[in-house]
């Protein structure tokens, strides 16, 4: 909506230099447009949080039975909320079954007062603590968190987008860039820490980028529009490897005294050659379901290993 109407002033403002006799536009006209710009912006502003304000929770109700709410901070109003699938009815109804029979519920159906409907094919409402629905580029979320207490998302079927314009974004840790909106299909590139990147469009849990002369996907959680986001990122992650580092610096002086101790008649065992100093976890490090081990060795050198 903001952007409909920042497009709709800068319209109106270049009619009205064409339009003009003068070749130039004086302070007071142009004063007079940045504010009604910014009066215009403001109104959207106070629009968007008025509706978000007045969208209610969402109770999801299974028979009837409310089985768990949605906080709803996406502005969205649902009119109704039922567990399952509404596109594939018998696929479902098996479906169901089955999660029953293990103590769970999956799929989650969604229909706005505007009559669309939102399915959330694989979300397990009860595994969900605290969850809330949000809304990102035209898609909705349910952000929540899972039984080990760890932020998690579920996103709704829905097609891939184009954006009007480019967006610039910036990796907030490294990842694959993916051939397609899949976390198992071809990684085609790393994007790195703190790199700057041109996204074009969007898709559930993705972004479409372009790197050089590679096009491909990133999982949203990996981008950010907030350069000084990624740039605290940056410095916090230099920090972990200094830190790293000199670890694994005092570690090789350690065992080299203990080699020379040993050499020396002293009884002392020392670990020979190079040895692994730290191993550093990073779950699910492009949306696919695995991470990768950031592994430091004595001699200071890194490498990674994926789980």
């Known amino acids: 909506m903001k952007r409909q109407a920042v497009k709709a002033m800068l319209g109106l403002a270049v009619v009205s230099v064409l339009g003009m006799t003068a070749p130039a536009v004086s302070a007071a006209e142009t004063e007079t447009e940045t504010e009604t710009v910014s009066t215009e912006l403001e109104t959207e502003t106070e629009e968007t949080e008025a509706e978000t304000e007045a969208a209610p929770d969402v109770e999801v109700k299974k028979d009837g039975e409310t089985i768990v709410t949605l906080k709803n901070e996406s502005g969205y109003v649902v009119k109704e909320a039922v567990v399952g699938a509404a596109e594939e009815e018998t696929e479902t109804a098996e479906t169901e079954t089955e999660a029953e029979s293990e103590g769970t519920v999956t799929g ?25 629905l949000v809304k990102d580029n035209g898609f909705l979320y349910i952000e929540y968190k899972n039984a080990e207490g ?23 840790n490294d990842v694959y860039v993916r051939a397609e909106a899949n976390g198992d299909s071809e990684a085609l590139a790393v994007a790195s820490l703190g790199q700057e990147v041109t996204v ?62 040993a050499s ?44």
């Open 108 to 132: 989650l159906t969604l229909t706005g007062e505007d009559g669309e409907v939102h399915v959330f094919a694989d979300a397990d409402v009860t595994a969900m603590t605290d969850p809330v």
């Open 150 to 172: 760890k932020d998690k998302e579920a996103a709704e079927t829905a097609d891939e987008v184009e954006f009007d314009k480019e967006v610039t974004m910036y990796v907030v």
């Open 200 to 261: 074009t469009g969007a898709a559930p849990k993705w972004y479409k980028v372009v790197m050089g002369e590679t096009t491909g996907y990133i999982a949203r959680s990996f981008l950010s529009k907030d350069k000084e986001s990624a740039d605290a990122a940056v410095k916090a992650e230099e920090a972990a490897q200094a830190q790293a580092a000199a670890e694994a610096q005092a570690a090789a002086a350690a065992a080299q005294q203990a080699a020379s101790q």
């Open 264 to 307: 020396s008649g002293q009884s002392a065992a020392a670990p020979q050659g190079k040895y692994e100093v730290s191993r550093q976890a990073y779950d699910d490090c492009d949306g696919s379901g695995h991470g990768y081990y950031e592994i430091i060795y004595s001699d200071g050198s890194t490498a990674r290993e994926e789980y």
